[in-house]
């Protein structure tokens, strides 16, 4: 029962926030999950560790067992001896072993809940990672739809203007070439958004959601990412192990009684003894130091360990707000000179039409206004996605 409230107590409390907090890649990311085959193998050995406490709390360390024997001089002078002995015997915990032992148990359980948030924060990541390049995909091939829509308006425009005499062929040339241009770009974005598409359907069985907004969290500090609980987890298992290995310093005692029955021609023709017999075992330093030292070990090895994943996770969450900040600041910036690039084509344009200047520049500046469309939608998925990995690097799940 002790363990079975532990796991369902770090279960809730890893599964808090994202109950809390809905999202459009909440179903991708559970099928995500399941699809992931660590997740599973870590959720079916919660029986197991249930199965260690139970037995750390049960009555005997072991199995109790039985010995029968049998003795005859049949074989060699036949004098008539016969002896049959039966012995049943218990194991005897030692002392302060049952603790130790449940101790060890409960903290394999709370390690194990850490570890399965742990995984499952890794395959969130993996999530969010196919979901944003699904997501800047879909701009891109936005931005080249309208692009060769309106590159085909304009190309015809230009036909129908030749046909009537008033541009010349080079012209309508330039303006076919920009349209073609432009149904190629657009079948080299639409190829990235499938196999963006694929990638997240392979990793989830789901399609990408039409929209997904990262939603703030209040009071998620680095303290609480799973990775830093996992590795304190594993600190408190390998301080439960140095401990088990103090106290089992020796074999376990056992208490027996048996039963003996003798047949000897030269003594009494038939005698029948009972007995109790109690089996106590010595610490021998040479087994057990190093066993000691071995625990030992891990717990300093622990604890280096979760020293590290606290200085790592705080660098992450530290860069990752970095770069959001960069990703605004480049947004801003680009969505300056995408105006510019607006307002540049219209002059081009105006002046072309007053014979000021060439079609050659119309189309370089549409191209320019293109490229820099593509920059602008690039920037604010790359903001979106900055939040996201914030989010993520805060040890949160979608």
């Not at 699809?35 to 049960?58: K, S």
């Not at 939603?215 to 830093?228: D, K, L, M, Y």
């Not at 307002?343 to 344009?349: D, G, N, Q, S």
Request: hydrophobic share 45%.
């Amino acid at each position: 029962m002790r363990i079975a409230m532990i796991l369902m107590t770090a279960a809730a409390t890893f599964g808090l926030a994202t109950k809390a907090q809905g999202s459009e890649l909440r179903a991708a990311f559970e099928a995500a999950c399941l699809r992931t085959p660590e997740i599973p193998a870590l959720v079916a050995r919660r029986a197991e560790v249930d199965a260690r406490a139970r037995a750390a709390d049960a009555l005997l360390p072991g199995g109790p067992w039985a010995t029968v024997m049998h003795r005859t001089d049949a074989l060699t002078n036949d004098r008539g001896t016969r002896e049959y002995e039966a012995e049943f015997g218990i194991p005897i915990w030692l002392r302060g072993e049952r603790g130790a032992s449940l101790a060890a148990a409960l903290t394999e359980g709370e390690r194990l809940e850490a570890e399965i948030g742990a995984r499952r924060l890794e395959v969130a990541k993996r999530v969010r990672e196919a979901y944003w390049m699904v997501a800047e995909a879909r701009e891109r091939v936005a931005i080249a739809e309208r692009r060769r829509s309106t590159a085909a308006t304009l190309a015809k425009s230009m036909r129908e203007q030749a046909g009537a005499g008033q541009v010349e062929l080079v012209e309508t040339k330039l303006a076919d070439a920009d349209a073609r241009d432009a149904e190629v770009s657009l079948a080299g974005v639409r190829s990235e958004l499938n196999q963006a598409r694929i990638a997240f359907g392979v990793l989830t069985g789901f399609e990408a959601p039409a929209g997904f907004r990262e939603s703030e969290r209040s009071g998620a500090t680095p303290a609480h990412h799973p990775r830093i609980v996992l590795r304190r987890a594993a600190t408190e298992k390998a301080l439960a192990d140095e401990q088990l290995t103090w106290t089992v310093d020796r074999e376990r005692p056992e208490l027996s009684a048996f039963a003996n029955n003798n047949t000897d021609t030269s003594a009494e023709p038939n005698v029948t003894s009972l007995g109790v017999r109690f089996k106590i075992p010595f610490s021998y330093d040479a087994v057990n130091e190093p066993k000691r030292a071995a625990a030992a070990a891990e717990v300093v090895v622990a604890q280096e360990e979760l020293a590290l994943a606290e200085r790592e996770v705080g660098g992450d969450v530290a860069q990752a707000r970095a770069r959001l900040d960069g990703a605004r600041k480049q947004l801003t910036g680009l969505e300056a000179r995408r105006a510019d690039l607006a307002a540049v084509l219209k002059l081009i344009e105006d002046a072309q039409q007053t014979g000021q200047t060439t079609f050659n520049d119309v189309i370089r500046a549409r191209l320019q206004l293109y490229e820099a469309d593509l920059a602008r939608a690039s920037a604010r998925v790359a903001v979106e996605r900055g939040r996201s990995d914030v989010i993520q690097t805060l040890g949160l799940e979608p």
